[in-house]
């Protein structure tokens, strides 16, 4: 399943009482999508990696306590107990608790830690206690881990598997990436643009599996959009072969000279709204350039083209009319599935478009003419 589906049957197995079980390599976004459920929802988000845990952490290391008890004749007598420390993780949801929120733990990795530490963390998920400690009512649990090459693929992960009893406890949820979607959320976060036109580019790249050189993955891209912001700022001092160096450090040598012979190149540039609204209708070499993009830049095309249609409409509603005229003869150019894909984005996603949209026949007619031939 892709980031969307996954977030959302997630919300549905939490709902339930049951735990979920995200599945998915490093790096696709597990970590994301619990912060975005717990935001949605207005939960406080403790995470718990089990791969930074050893053995007897998570339980509490053991202490001795002087208790009054009575020995065989009932006399009162000192007698000792074993009582265990509370580990800080579980010391911060006792504290969201007592102040009236709910909690998210997200207990990321169980099948990446020590065998002894899975099993404290699978009495802490399935039984909800540990060595006395007892998680409150209004804590939900989310699990996730690395996929095994035990279930049918050759996935390279040292882990430690689960056996079928525990297994059967949870619902199991296989998360993969989806380059459209990451896309939207380079969009949102900020991502710089050069990063999410090279993925566009090459959507293949996002997670793309190196044999004898580092990975790429969507965590990698946040990192080189984060180094990249520092070279454009500082180019003068940075030279191009510290920042390859970098790159090479995130996604491989291969991807690396890839990503900095693109950020270099006068690459094609996305069709901009400039290039659509000016003028008296689109021009002959925009409509040109439509018909030759793939699918993906056409997407990110759209996706920026409307950000800033959103906010144009919003500070001339007076020229609404042409704004969607000009948007209609956008989308019949593009393929029918991706016009049916962002007619969906703008309902969704960009509420001033959507309430011009249905105001507009001929919008309304397009959006069902695409769908017969869809079908």
Request: proline share 3%.
């Amino acid at each position: 399943m892709n980031f969307t589906d996954t977030l959302k049957s997630v919300d549905l197995v939490l709902s339930t009482g049951e735990v979920p079980l995200i599945v998915g390599e490093s790096g696709i976004g597990k970590t994301a999508l619990a912060q975005e459920i717990a935001l949605e929802n207005q939960w406080s988000l403790i995470v718990i990696n089990g791969n930074l845990l050893k053995e007897g952490e998570i339980g509490g290391l053991p202490t001795i306590e002087a208790y009054a008890g009575v020995n065989n004749q009932e006399d009162q007598v000192a007698k000792k107990a074993t009582v265990y420390a509370v580990h800080h993780k579980l010391r911060e949801i006792d504290q969201e608790i007592s102040q009236g929120k709910t909690v998210l733990l997200f207990i990321d990795e169980i099948n990446r830690c020590e065998h002894t530490v899975q099993q404290e963390l699978m009495n802490l998920i399935l039984n909800r206690e540990i060595n006395g400690y007892k998680l409150p009512e209004g804590v939900k649990i989310l699990a996730a881990m690395n996929p095994s090459s035990k279930y049918g693929s050759d996935f390279d992960y040292q882990v430690v598997d689960m056996d079928a009893a525990q297994e059967n406890r949870f619902v199991w949820l296989s998360m993969e990436p989806d380059y459209n979607q990451w896309i939207d959320w380079a969009i949102e976060t900020g991502i710089e643009q050069k990063v999410v036109e090279f993925i566009s580019t090459f959507p293949d790249y996002l997670h793309k599996i190196n044999e004898d050189d580092l990975s790429a993955t969507p965590r990698s891209y946040e990192r080189i959009s984060s180094s990249y912001k520092i070279y454009k700022e500082k180019k003068g001092s940075i030279p191009r072969s510290v920042f390859l160096n970098v790159i090479k450090g995130n996604v491989g040598r291969l991807i690396a000279e890839e990503f900095v012979s693109f950020v270099e190149s006068d690459h094609r540039s996305l069709i901009s709204y400039q290039d659509v609204f000016s003028g008296n209708s689109i021009h002959e070499s925009i409509r040109e350039r439509v018909k030759n993009e793939s699918h993906t830049r056409l997407y990110l095309s759209a996706k920026n083209i409307l950000k800033s249609l959103e906010a144009n409409i919003l500070n001339h509603r007076d020229d609404s009319n042409f704004y969607m005229e000009r948007l209609i003869e956008l989308l019949k150019l593009y393929p029918v599935d991706l016009k049916i894909g962002l007619m969906k984005d703008i309902k969704n996603s960009y509420p001033e478009v959507y309430k011009h949209a249905l105001e507009n026949e001929g919008f309304i007619e397009s959006y069902f003419e695409s769908y017969r031939l869809f079908r």
